[in-house]
């Protein structure tokens, strides 16, 4: 399971992994109807240590007053172009939450479920203004990617 990102700016991407997350995924036999996620973005890592320090920054993500990220979804339809479904959510990133809808794809088995996306965000949207160097902008557009595996929980008796 994993939630990610990749950052870029004119001379290079960033891949960023959030390791420490937790998630779910509500069914209706065997359609989604509901998918959160929470991810503690004190865990994020990037593939550079200097770079890993100063996005949990005041100018980045900010980790000491907003300690993570969020999203709850508010409907989710079968079909999508780059997916089985598209799930329409809102999407809290810095404190601040935005209305999101994205492609996905849910495969649903008897023990687990799975999850995949990825779908970009303008991280300006989120109150992430760093511009970088005057000869090596951030880019705007960030790619988000969220794949995580869910065990099926047993289903409440009926009385």
């Known amino acids: 399971s994993k939630i990610g990102a990749l950052g870029a700016k004119v001379t290079a991407r960033h891949p960023i992994d959030v390791p420490d997350f937790s998630g779910s995924v509500t069914l209706d036999g065997a359609q989604p109807t ?10 994020l890592v990037s593939d550079n240590d200097r770079l890993t320090e100063h996005l949990k920054k005041e100018d980045f993500f900010y980790v000491e007053k907003f300690p993570n990220a969020s999203f709850a979804s508010s409907a989710i339809t079968s079909g999508a172009e780059g ?17 999101v809808t994205f492609p996905a794809t849910f495969t649903v088995t008897d023990p687990e479920v799975t999850a995949k996306a990825e779908f970009v965000i303008n991280r300006q949207d989120f109150g992430i203004t760093y511009p970088g160097k005057a000869d090596d902008l ?21 009385p």
């Open 34 to 43: 509901g998918v959160k996620f929470d991810a503690q973005l004190a865990t």
């Open 83 to 99: 997916g089985t479904h598209t799930v329409a959510g809102d999407l809290t990133i810095r404190g601040q939450t935005k209305r």
């Open 138 to 158: 951030v880019q705007d557009n960030v790619v988000l990617t969220v794949s995580f595996v869910a065990t099926r929980a047993a289903a409440a008796p009926t």
